[in-house]
């Protein structure tokens, strides 16, 4: 008899323990409250997406200017580098540089001009 009033005392405290957890806790349904805030959330985050995007494009366009201006800063050494080569050979800077000569120039004389018929 003892048993017995030991296994029903144990099923009996099962089924309570069961029956406790199942009915407690959260219900399924959300509040109002929740419900404005999940969309007031949603709302923020639809935001914050769009700044990013904006910031990344703002990025993107202050990359290529940054490459440009470095380009640019490229081009302008190089043209130090080949100004100061040129200085330093001065008098010859272009020594394949033929300057033209006036002998090979051959000077045509002007046609003479026609005088007009008429009264001055």
């Not at 099923?11 to 959260?26: E, S």
């Amino acid at each position: 008899m003892r048993t017995s009033w030991n296994i029903t005392s144990l099923i009996i405290g099962v089924f309570a323990v069961a029956f406790m957890l199942t009915n407690t806790g959260c219900t399924p349904k959300i509040t109002d409250e929740q419900l404005t805030k999940l969309r007031q959330l949603k709302e923020q985050a639809a935001s914050l997406e769009q700044d990013i995007k904006k910031k990344e494009a703002e990025k993107s366009a202050l990359e290529k200017e940054v490459a440009a201006r470095q380009a640019e800063d490229r081009q302008s050494s190089q043209n130090i580098e080949f100004i100061k080569q040129k200085l330093q050979s001065w008098p010859n800077s272009w020594p394949d540089y033929v300057p033209p000569s006036n002998e090979a120039v051959i000077e045509t004389p002007a046609p003479p001009a026609k005088k007009k018929k008429g009264k001055k």
